[in-house]
């Protein structure tokens, strides 16, 4: 196999009439998906490129999943652009992409024009009405390998550039046929998904669904504001699956809903994207049945979506941290110290990822993609790249790997990946800002802004910032200070910082 467009083929030939995908207004069979998807590749084929990035500017909804595939077969590479993310960010992603083509929708066909970039723009409902051209797209599949480009996925940026990693179908169907096996996804799979499109972990339930003739069920954002809604539309869609973040499983505990209502039908839960708080877990295991499968995972974005996993098989005091377990099939994984050594038992080392999950690097960033991409320090005889994750682990008696803290200050938060220096880039922007500095409060969970400035509230920075960077990376304080702490270098003390501001310890 070499095409993740196999696996929609696939199960549209098995399973045609079976629902794929659901939205709150609308659900999709595997043969409407397949006919959508080749409308909207047949469309995009005119513009007459190969394995560039196309843009898909839409609410996560059906509609996105069917442009997502779309651009898959015109021969070029998806990027997923949030429809909520402001104008300002979403430029500062296109000056280093240059997407060739953006696929939106007359609802955001304003701001699309908006966009600085040369990028032809296609509506959506135009391309998914375009008439079938079999021999374009077999002209355009008969040319494509699995090495090709399937998507490019946006992080956060320490200099305030967000950086894409590059993922090739061959990374996505190593992974997913990793994650379709240990999970049991079949055509009998339920998935309700929570995650955005633009984030790594929808790539798990995305495309083990397509592959296994399963159905997904896009949770509509409202029900986490309302949690009792949650657990009724788990119920009301029969579903069996989740893959969540934990501080969406957190809400559930925070507010003990299975007290009132429980889901009938859950079978496995599954969680990455942040530490899993095990007080919320153990919430969630006491109160559902015996047999649900949990499962902790943990991978950034330049390994697919996961590199470790850890299936719970005991119990774990409320105060005791979860392994994030050991290595997928057809991944390897190192904990590497300072030395460029291997770590012993229970001696702290950065996690290092090699193998068919890893991805190219960054697109357009070769500074970032050298430093992270790397030859592997333990082999010198012959070339072969790992990834750095920048995460320090280490392994316990078990063998399992158990997860410490980031090496350098980005944080994980609410799911997302946040880089402390885009916050700052987008603050110091502000006229009448001087200095400022982000840092994080672990003790609270909070980001705190810093700053030394003249004649502003912090209520009109954060006006300010909510028209730079997206929500889940806003400031929870905004401080000012009369003078802010340099080191020798000159650089701003974030140490001095961190201890006036956080009770971290």
Not at 196 to 214: C, E, H, L
Not at 464 to 475: D, N, S
Request: charge should be negative; aromatic fraction near 10%.
């Amino acid at each position: 196999m070499k095409n993740i467009l196999e696996y929609i083929e696939g199960s549209a030939a098995a399973y045609p009439d079976k629902i794929a995908f659901a939205d709150t207004e609308n659900s999709i069979t595997y043969s409407e998906l397949l006919h959508n998807a080749k409308s909207i590749g047949t469309k995009l084929s005119s513009i007459g490129e190969k394995n560039r990035p196309v843009a898909v500017y839409l609410d996560k909804s059906i509609k996105t999943l069917c442009a997502m595939f779309g651009v898959v077969y015109s021969g070029n590479f998806y990027i997923i652009i949030d429809s909520e993310m402001p104008v300002d960010r979403i430029n500062k992603i296109f000056s280093g992409l240059s997407p060739v083509a953006i696929i939106t929708d007359d609802e955001h066909l304003d701001n699309a024009k908006q966009f600085e970039t040369d990028g032809k723009i296609f509506l959506y409902n135009e391309s998914a009405n375009t008439q079938i051209d079999e021999n374009i797209l077999a002209k355009i599949r008969d040319r494509q390998i699995d090495t090709d480009p399937l998507y490019a996925l946006y992080t956060s940026g320490s200099t305030g550039m967000p950086k894409g990693a590059v993922l090739s179908h061959k990374n996505v169907i190593s992974y997913t046929e990793w994650f379709s096996k240990t999970f049991d996804i079949s055509s009998e799979t339920v998935f309700g998904n929570q995650t955005p499109f633009y984030f790594s972990m929808s790539v798990s339930d995305v495309y083990s669904t397509i592959k296994s003739g399963a159905t997904l069920c896009i949770i509509p954002k409202a029900c986490f504001s309302f949690p009792i809604n949650l657990i009724k539309f788990l119920n009301e869609n029969k579903v069996n699956t989740i893959y969540w973040v934990p501080s969406a499983i957190s809400i559930v505990a925070n507010l003990k809903l299975f007290d009132y209502m429980k889901p009938e039908y859950l079978k496995k839960v599954l969680f990455a994207g942040e530490v899993m708080p095990t007080k919320q877990l153990n919430y969630w295991i006491h109160n559902l049945d015996k047999d649900i499968l949990f499962a902790n995972l943990y991978g950034p974005t330049e390994t697919t979506d996961i590199c470790t996993y850890y299936v719970v098989d005991r119990q774990f005091r409320d105060d005791e941290p979860l392994p994030i377990g050991r290595h997928c099939d057809n991944c390897d994984v190192m904990i590497i110290t300072d030395k460029n050594e291997p770590a012993k038992v229970g001696e702290e080392g950065e996690l290092y990822v090699r193998g068919s999950f890893v991805a190219y690097g960054y697109y357009g960033n070769d500074e970032k993609t050298k430093a992270a991409f790397v030859q592997n320090p333990l082999n010198p005889y012959y070339p072969e790249i790992v990834y750095k994750t920048g995460d320090l682990v280490k392994e316990n008696e078990k063998g399992e790997i158990m997860y410490i803290t980031r090496k350098d200050f980005q944080i994980k938060r609410m799911g997302y990946r946040v880089e402390l220096g885009e916050i700052e880039t987008a603050a110091g922007s502000i006229e009448n800002i001087e200095e400022c500095v982000c840092v994080f409060d672990k003790a609270s969970d909070k980001i705190i802004l810093v700053y030394q400035g003249k004649k502003l509230t912090a209520e009109e920075i954060l006006k300010c910032l909510k028209a730079k960077i997206p929500g889940y990376m806003m400031p929870d304080r905004v401080e000012k200070i009369a003078l802010m702490p340099h080191n020798q270098n000159g650089k701003i003390d974030r140490k001095a910082v961190t201890a006036m501001m956080c009770d971290n310890k």
